[in-house]
């Protein structure tokens, strides 16, 4: 089959590798109708994430057709529509129980083999899907592919996000960071329940669009984030921040426009040794500090229904499609935010 793998550092390589097998009796293969590239996946193409083996087929979000099942597979059938959250899980395990689905004791990333161990990604042809019956969800016919694999990452961190800001309906609320997943984490703000949401970038179409879901929109190059917070809240600071990011620069500006008692809620992936803020200036600010990967496959049955209900059309952010053949000038408009590029999916 076709698919994109990690080169190094820089270079992502549409080539041919082998079909993806049964491996054990609870793994499906599916037939990947659209993948998508991901902020994460950024961190791998510019080195700041490591380890990653050269071969290893990227790509962790998709949404597509089984075609094949194991033997112990029940739930899931050859012919279903499926779509994946960005990694696995057993469904049974303390984790799982508790909604921790993104820390179950067998979860594996998708787009991630290291030393030769690990599981191939989804932007190809074909991917193998471990666990299948606890890790995948079928999705109306009604429902746009494109949209459910949303659903699998962007749509469920964004919501994650916005949970762990515990948001009350009189606060006000920062979101740094206006890509694929800040975009997601200001519509959640909004559901459940925030009624001020300024929406923190420095590039204008995102803005726009964070504007088009309800934000108020703060362009950093022409305002002071912090000013426009401290304005809004008599001198306070944000009751929670949303930092959609993953950088020193975007945890630093999530501090400042926090609220002495307020909640930073961080979704961004964090490379970093050390925090951007020490424990002193913590301390000082009586901070409530959330961060970690999101457990999408919790949030996904709720989120695929509100699909359709939801006034929000989160597949207004997808603004380029490309051919799994163009995988690399994908890989760099994506990256460069060239072209007005928000969210950029792959048609195999
Ligand atoms: P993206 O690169 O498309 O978007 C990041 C946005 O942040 C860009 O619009 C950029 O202009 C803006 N930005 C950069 N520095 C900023 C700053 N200092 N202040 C304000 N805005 C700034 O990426 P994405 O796909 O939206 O992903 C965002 C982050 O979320 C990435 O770190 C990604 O790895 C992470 N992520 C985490 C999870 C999770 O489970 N926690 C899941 C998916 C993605
Ligand atoms: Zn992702």
């Given at each position: 089959m076709n698919a994109l793998v990690f080169e190094n550092i820089g270079h992502i390589a549409h080539t041919s590798v082998a079909d993806p097998q049964i491996l054990h009796p609870a793994d499906a293969i599916v037939k990947v109708a659209v993948s998508a590239v991901c902020g994460s996946d950024l961190h791998v193409y510019h080195g700041r994430e490591t380890g990653l083996d050269a071969g290893t087929v990227m790509g962790h979000?998709?949404?597509g057709q089984v075609v094949e099942t194991g033997?112990?597979?029940r739930r899931i059938k050859a012919g279903d529509w499926v779509v994946s959250p960005f990694t696995t899980n057993c469904g049974q395990c303390y984790y799982c129980r508790i909604g921790l689905t993104c820390r179950c004791t067998q979860g594996q990333l998708y787009?991630?083999?290291q030393n030769g161990h690990g599981l191939h990604g989804a932007q190809a042809q074909y991917v193998r899907v471990p666990l299948a019956d606890s890790t995948l969800l079928t999705f109306d016919a009604a429902m746009p592919p494109e949209a459910a694999l949303l659903v699998g990452d962007v749509r469920a961190t964004g919501y994650y996000c916005a949970v762990q800001a515990g948001i009350l309906p009189d606060g006000v609320y920062a979101v740094v960071g206006c890509g694929p997943v800040g975009l997601m984490a200001?519509?959640?703000?909004?559901?459940?329940?925030?009624?001020?949401?300024?929406a923190i970038d420095t590039i204008e179409q995102r803005l726009q669009l964070a504007q088009q879901f309800g934000a108020t929109p703060v362009n950093a190059t022409l305002q002071n984030p912090t000013a426009v917070l401290h304005e809004a809240t008599q001198g306070r600071g944000a009751d929670a921040v949303l930092e959609a990011v993953g950088s020193a620069n975007a945890m630093q500006l999530a501090y400042e426009l926090l609220r002495p008692g307020g909640t930073i809620s961080s979704v961004g992936v964090h490379t970093t040794e050390t925090f951007a803020f020490s424990p002193i200036e913590a301390y000082d600010k009586n901070v409530t500090f959330k961060i970690g990967r999101a457990p999408a496959r919790h949030f996904m049955p709720q989120l695929l229904n509100a699909y359709f209900t939801s006034p929000y059309n989160i597949t207004d952010i997808i603004t380029h499609r490309f051919s799994l053949q163009q995988g690399a000038e994908a890989y760099r408009i994506f990256d460069?935010?060239?072209d007005g590029c928000i969210k950029a999916v792959l048609l195999p």
């Amino acid at each position: 089959m076709n698919a994109l793998v990690f080169e190094n550092i820089g270079h992502i390589a549409h080539t041919s590798v082998a079909d993806p097998q049964i491996l054990h009796p609870a793994d499906a293969i599916v037939k990947v109708a659209v993948s998508a590239v991901c902020g994460s996946d950024l961190h791998v193409y510019h080195g700041r994430e490591t380890g990653l083996d050269a071969g290893t087929v990227m790509g962790h979000e998709f949404a597509g057709q089984v075609v094949e099942t194991g033997s112990n597979v029940r739930r899931i059938k050859a012919g279903d529509w499926v779509v994946s959250p960005f990694t696995t899980n057993c469904g049974q395990c303390y984790y799982c129980r508790i909604g921790l689905t993104c820390r179950c004791t067998q979860g594996q990333l998708y787009g991630w083999v290291q030393n030769g161990h690990g599981l191939h990604g989804a932007q190809a042809q074909y991917v193998r899907v471990p666990l299948a019956d606890s890790t995948l969800l079928t999705f109306d016919a009604a429902m746009p592919p494109e949209a459910a694999l949303l659903v699998g990452d962007v749509r469920a961190t964004g919501y994650y996000c916005a949970v762990q800001a515990g948001i009350l309906p009189d606060g006000v609320y920062a979101v740094v960071g206006c890509g694929p997943v800040g975009l997601m984490a200001v519509i959640a703000a909004f559901e459940l329940g925030a009624q001020q949401v300024f929406a923190i970038d420095t590039i204008e179409q995102r803005l726009q669009l964070a504007q088009q879901f309800g934000a108020t929109p703060v362009n950093a190059t022409l305002q002071n984030p912090t000013a426009v917070l401290h304005e809004a809240t008599q001198g306070r600071g944000a009751d929670a921040v949303l930092e959609a990011v993953g950088s020193a620069n975007a945890m630093q500006l999530a501090y400042e426009l926090l609220r002495p008692g307020g909640t930073i809620s961080s979704v961004g992936v964090h490379t970093t040794e050390t925090f951007a803020f020490s424990p002193i200036e913590a301390y000082d600010k009586n901070v409530t500090f959330k961060i970690g990967r999101a457990p999408a496959r919790h949030f996904m049955p709720q989120l695929l229904n509100a699909y359709f209900t939801s006034p929000y059309n989160i597949t207004d952010i997808i603004t380029h499609r490309f051919s799994l053949q163009q995988g690399a000038e994908a890989y760099r408009i994506f990256d460069a935010k060239e072209d007005g590029c928000i969210k950029a999916v792959l048609l195999p």
